[in-house]
């Protein structure tokens, strides 16, 4: 299991809207993340107050942060420049199951292609064992140098 440190070292991303807490697994291609759901989250107040739901642009956001680890080891691993990722294309996003507080979701992501600079994956966000959602994406580098 990854450290804190090898997160933050690989995606730019910060608290309060880091939605990866640990790497489960990595490798050929692919990667598992978790994340802890806090009951606390601010984001419950407005949504919804009498049935707390994590919005599915946050779940959407916790597969892509896990795609963009799962960019910055295959580019490692291959000597490849690294960059920041940066969302291109978002296909066939389905969800299937809710996600409340104290949950801990699951996320794997998979590389199905990379041609040039663009890496397109597949996602699946689930809760207990259950598909919460599923996604297809593509993300670019951008080159931090100005």
Known sequence: MASDHEILANLPHRPPFL??????????????????????????????PDYPLLPGVLLCEAIFQTGALLIAKDSEANGLAGGLPVLTRIK?????????????????????????????????????????????????TKSLSA
């Open 19 to 48: 939605w990866v807490d640990r790497i489960i697994e990595q490798g050929n291609g692919r990667i598992i993340t978790e994340k802890d759901i806090d009951p606390q989250l601010d984001v419950f107040q407005g949504h919804f």
């Open 92 to 140: 066939s996003a389905k969800f299937k199951h809710e996600v409340r507080p104290g949950d801990i979701i699951r996320m794997e992501v998979e590389l199905t292609d990379r041609e040039g600079p663009a890496w397109f994956l597949k996602g699946r966000l689930s809760v207990a064992d259950k598909t919460a959602l599923t996604v297809h994406f593509a993300c670019t």
